[in-house]
């Protein structure tokens, strides 16, 4: 990792070259991404490399002031994507940067890929949202764990026993019904996520499988990250793997 942005870095910047990796997991809230992060970090300490896992709202800065701004579900879209915006700068340069300056692996559980959808969804331009972002850091690899909505909508009731309010767009006003308005929104994002998908390199994977299933294809695509530029240039020779089994492949361009 050269330490490339999508724009102007952040101040203070180091100059060297970033030694560790930063591979970031995207997917809707359901896909499974943080099921796949864990078992990701967990092979990759095994392989015998430094982990550290982030997210959004991990940031000990504002945290704690975007889940209670959320709670009144009063927050408007702006102040909510410069919480966001917030809370991933100050990882960027307390978490993310000194783990890769210190040769550790940084798997992000979604990256601004998600914020920048959320933030489009709800009325934002795409060019607004790139550069908003623009500091960030482009990651080795982005891997995008793609789910049908009625999976979503399965795994979530699974697990929550209903449907959240801000990942159901339900501020957005899309519909009364919150199994309608889930559809509604997740079909806004999903549209955002297409266009991102060809310049920002996703590399999608068919999560509507079993996580070891996914977690096989996964690997597969994280494990060239790793190997020596020796054993590189042999596997380059050799007769190409069999390929990943993906939902579909990146068709769209930016608008």
Do not use: C
């Amino acid at each position: 990792m050269t330490g490339n942005t999508y724009g102007t870095p952040l101040p203070g910047m180091p100059k060297h070259r970033l030694t560790g990796r930063l591979i970031v997991v995207e997917g809707a809230d359901g896909s499974g991404r943080t099921t796949e992060v864990g078992m990701l970090k967990e092979w990759l300490e095994v392989q015998g490399h430094a982990v550290v896992d982030t997210g959004l709202r991990r940031s000990t800065l504002v945290s704690e002031q975007i889940d209670q701004a959320k709670q009144g579900h009063t927050l408007a879209p702006t102040t909510m994507a410069l919480f966001y915006a917030v809370d991933f700068a100050d990882q960027l340069e307390n978490k993310i940067i000194p783990a890769m300056s210190a040769g550790s692996t940084v798997l992000a559980d979604r990256y601004i890929y998600t914020l920048m959808a959320r933030a489009i969804a709800r009325g934002a331009s795409r060019e607004w949202a790139q550069e908003l972002y623009q500091f960030a850091l482009v990651p080795d690899l982005v891997v995008f764990l793609e789910a049908r909505t009625d999976i979503l909508l399965h795994r979530a009731i699974m697990k929550y026993g209903s449907l959240d309010y801000w990942e159901s767009g339900m501020d957005l006003s899309l519909s009364p019904d919150r199994f309608d308005s889930f559809f509604l929104y997740q079909d806004r994002l999903r549209k955002e996520f297409e266009w991102m998908a060809k310049p920002y390199g996703f590399h999608f994977i068919d999560a509507n499988r079993h996580p070891d299933t996914v977690h096989s294809d996964v690997k597969r695509i994280v494990a060239p990250l790793y190997l020596k530029p020796s054993d590189r240039a042999s596997r380059g020779r050799k007769a190409a793997a069999a390929p990943v089994p993906t939902s579909r492949a990146p068709s769209t361009a930016p608008a």
